[in-house]
């Protein structure tokens, strides 16, 4: 119904475009496109100054975009802003995350899926708080966001993590017809800035790239979870570790595959994360007679100490935007072994920080797996680089300032 209702809406409120400008990206990262229709009715210098920020997302139940928020939020670079996270679902896994951060205003409303009443308790909070820039992250915040825009007082920024043709056809429906209501889209990572420019064509939101603000395994317990000893894992075992959502899109199926092939082998697989397929790769598991080698230890609100206790990582991924724990593992000076796909090779660099593959390819996982099994000294090597590279690329006070600058360009 609600699907049904936003396309009415929709095709109301859809203007002829003014512009016909192409969405052609410039060396700095932005794109030439319109100015936002909606003012604010605050001071630009004061606005500037300090600024009042609320970030809007679905939930904080384990999730990239959750983790990365928190990361980004916790080494936010201008102590005089006002930050404010509103998250309209029920999940709350790393809400105790949040409310470690100094200074945050968090509100939970703990609404059922696509649930009306969030959209008014939005407005509600930024008129209240007066907001001068709602940042809007995942398909229920943004559609909720872009609908009340008429009615909101400040500067809507969305955060596209990942491509648009991998977004809910609700999403891809909203910030089509409703794009002179963004005025500035984030990208996670210059393959989906790509596919954001060539997916609006025309009259595109100015668009930046930002990569996103990650956290250092410092940050999280230091005991060691002894991972070997509570699993029973041989300790010459060589040991992969995957974490994130049990979903189709993470391929674990074609990992398991791969496994498969490599049965009897001297390899343990470490699964950390739960999600809607749980009980169908268990299932795939037992079937294969991989009890033995494959390892579901559930969610943990704390990853890194789990990843310090892995040989390598592994991430099957049928698609990305940016995967976050390909960077966290690369912070814990471990190597990747991941597919090609998205914005993956802008982090996993075959032969630098890891080793790549073709997607849905259970030979090629098996092969790679092999490699860095067989060959210690490489498999080191590339847990250098991926450190190196992370430290360069993922400085999460730069990447605050960042996306700091982008609300001072929209505000300005």
Request: some cysteine; aromatic content about 6%.
């Amino acid at each position: 119904m609600v699907c049904i209702a936003l396309r009415t809406v929709a095709l109301r409120s859809a203007k002829p475009a003014q512009h016909a400008d192409l969405c052609r990206p410039s060396a700095n990262g932005f794109v030439k496109a319109f100015p936002g229709n909606i003012p604010t009715g605050q001071g630009t210098d004061d606005r500037l100054t300090r600024m009042r920020i609320l970030h809007v997302i679905d939930h904080l139940g384990l999730g990239g975009a959750q983790t990365t928020l928190a990361d980004l939020l916790s080494a936010w670079p201008e102590p005089g802003d006002a930050l404010h996270v509103m998250s309209l679902g029920r999940k709350t896994d790393l809400a105790p995350r949040f409310e470690s951060i100094n200074g945050l205003h968090l509100q939970i409303l703990g609404r059922r899926r696509w649930d009306f009443r969030s959209m008014h308790d939005l407005v509600r909070v930024i008129e209240d708080q007066k907001i001068d820039v709602l940042h809007a992250h995942l398909a229920k915040s943004i559609c909720a966001s872009l609908w009340m825009r008429p009615r909101i007082p400040a500067r809507v920024v969305v955060h596209a993590h990942c491509d648009p043709q991998r977004e809910p056809w609700v999403l891809r429906r909203a910030t089509s017809r409703w794009r002179q209501r963004i005025d500035a889209i984030i990208a996670v990572s210059r393959h989906t800035q790509r596919e954001l420019t060539a997916w609006y064509r025309t009259n595109c939101p100015p668009l930046h790239m930002v990569y996103n603000a990650f956290g250092s395994p410092s940050q999280g317990p230091q005991e060691p979870i002894l991972v070997r000893r509570r699993l029973g894992i041989a300790p010459d075992t060589f040991l992969l570790g995957f974490a994130g959502r049990l979903t189709r899109q993470k391929g674990l199926r074609y990992l398991i595959s791969a496994l498969q092939l490599m049965r009897g082998e001297n390899v343990a697989l470490v699964i950390i994360g739960d999600g809607p397929l749980r009980a169908r790769l268990r299932h795939q598991v037992q079937q294969a007679g991989l009890t033995h080698m494959v390892h579901f230890v559930g969610s943990q609100s704390q990853v890194w100490p789990w990843l310090r206790e892995m040989d390598a990582g592994i991430l099957p991924s049928l698609y990305e935007g940016l995967p976050t724990t390909a960077v966290e593992l690369m912070i814990s000076g471990k190597p990747v072994i991941a597919t090609a796909v998205n914005g993956t090779p802008e982090v996993v660099r075959d032969g630098h920080t890891g080793i790549l593959v073709p997607s849905r390819d259970p030979a090629a996982l098996a092969r790679a797996i092999r490699r860095l099994a067989r060959d210690r000294r490489l498999s080191e090597r590339l847990g250098q680089g991926g450190a190196q590279l992370a430290h360069d690329m993922f400085s999460p006070g730069g990447s605050g300032q960042a996306v700091r600058d982008v609300y001072a360009g929209v505000l300005s």
